[in-house]
């Protein structure tokens, strides 16, 4: 399986966007039939911190999105993983987490990312460069 490189940073914390509507860390709800990617994440990191890898985030929320079992996953992994692969894909900086509802994503230095929430003491330690990490905002949702 090729590994992807559009995803995947290390010692980098993704702060909330500039433009964040939040002044506290909200946990996005259900909304219609199926779940949107951003509150399959947010539940996956909740569930899982420091497991995932950017990559491999993309690509377990994308399984979850289509409603596949695990039988089929481990079938067509290499397929699904080309399949969503093939096309560029948006990092975390754009995730509607950071951008919309004040979450904050930790890359250690193997590149598996915790959810921290802006209101936490490792948020405010992590977006003031703590521990020699790269700080990086969220994309603005609107431009300037």
């Given at each position: 399986?090729?590994?992807?490189?559009?995803?995947?940073?290390?010692?980098?914390?993704?702060?909330?966007?500039?433009?964040?509507?939040?002044?506290?860390?909200?946990?996005?709800?259900?909304?219609?039939?199926?779940?949107?990617?951003?509150?399959?994440?947010?539940?996956?990191?909740?569930?899982?911190?420091?497991?995932?890898?950017?990559?491999?985030?993309?690509?377990?929320?994308?399984?979850?999105?289509?409603?596949?079992?695990?039988?089929?996953?481990?079938?067509?992994?290499?397929?699904?993983?080309?399949?969503?692969?093939?096309k560029p894909q948006a990092c975390l900086r754009a995730s509607a987490l950071a951008k919309?509802?004040?979450?904050?994503?930790?890359?250690?230095?193997?590149?598996?990312?915790?959810?921290?929430?802006?209101?936490?003491?490792?948020?405010?330690?992590?977006?003031?460069?703590?521990?020699?990490?790269?700080?990086?905002?969220?994309?603005?949702?609107?431009?300037?």
């Amino acid at each position: 399986m090729p590994q992807m490189h559009t995803t995947n940073y290390q010692n980098t914390f993704i702060t909330a966007a500039p433009d964040s509507p939040v002044d506290h860390s909200v946990v996005p709800a259900m909304r219609g039939e199926s779940a949107p990617a951003h509150l399959i994440v947010h539940e996956l990191l909740s569930a899982h911190p420091y497991t995932f890898s950017g990559d491999e985030l993309l690509f377990q929320t994308h399984v979850r999105r289509l409603g596949l079992s695990q039988d089929e996953i481990a079938a067509r992994r290499d397929e699904l993983w080309h399949g969503l692969f093939s096309k560029p894909q948006a990092c975390l900086r754009a995730s509607a987490l950071a951008k919309k509802y004040g979450w904050g994503f930790h890359f250690d230095a193997q590149g598996r990312i915790a959810l921290y929430a802006m209101e936490s003491d490792f948020y405010r330690a992590m977006s003031g460069g703590a521990n020699g990490v790269t700080v990086l905002a969220a994309m603005r949702s609107k431009r300037e």
